[in-house]
Nanobody, 122 residues
Framework: QVQLVESGGGLVQAGGSLRLSCAAS????????MGWFRQAPGKERDFVAA????????YYADSVKGRFTISRDNAKNTVYLQMNSLKPEDTAVYSC???????????????WGQGTQVTVSS
């Protein structure tokens, strides 16, 4: 069982930056692929980024490539999402998730945090 708690969301102007954190419970954090997803009102949950167990390999949605950076600290059981050059269309609830296998598909993830709101004003 893995429990995930996100933090770091908020209101920011377009062009600004935010860093999201996701703290995980349990001793097996390093055995999970960690992903970030987002869901805007009235839309489906979309893949944002994922990072493999060791942190060497990362994957990004095209919409955030070059602006967002995912990283993890296995010693702290934490995964981060650094978001730069934010746009109004980045506004959504951002959730972290854990999976035993790499996938950009939300249903493949076993554990989810409660989500944190990110709002980007124009």
């Amino acid at each position: 069982q893995v429990q995930l708690v996100e933090s770091g969301g908020g209101l920011v102007q377009a062009g600004g930056s935010l860093r999201l954190s996701c703290a995980a419970s349990g001793r097996t954090f390093s055995s999970y692929v960690m992903g970030w997803f987002r869901q805007a009102p009235g839309k489906e949950r979309d893949f944002v980024a994922a990072i493999m167990w060791s942190g060497v390999n990362t994957y990004y949605a095209d919409s955030v490539k070059g602006r967002f950076t995912i990283s993890r600290d296995n010693a702290k059981n934490t995964v981060y999402l650094q978001m730069n050059s934010l746009k109004p269309e980045d506004t959504a609830v951002y959730s972290c998730a854990a999976s035993k296998h790499w996938s950009p598909v939300a249903v493949e993830y076993d554990y989810w945090g409660q989500g944190t709101q990110v709002t980007v004003s124009s």
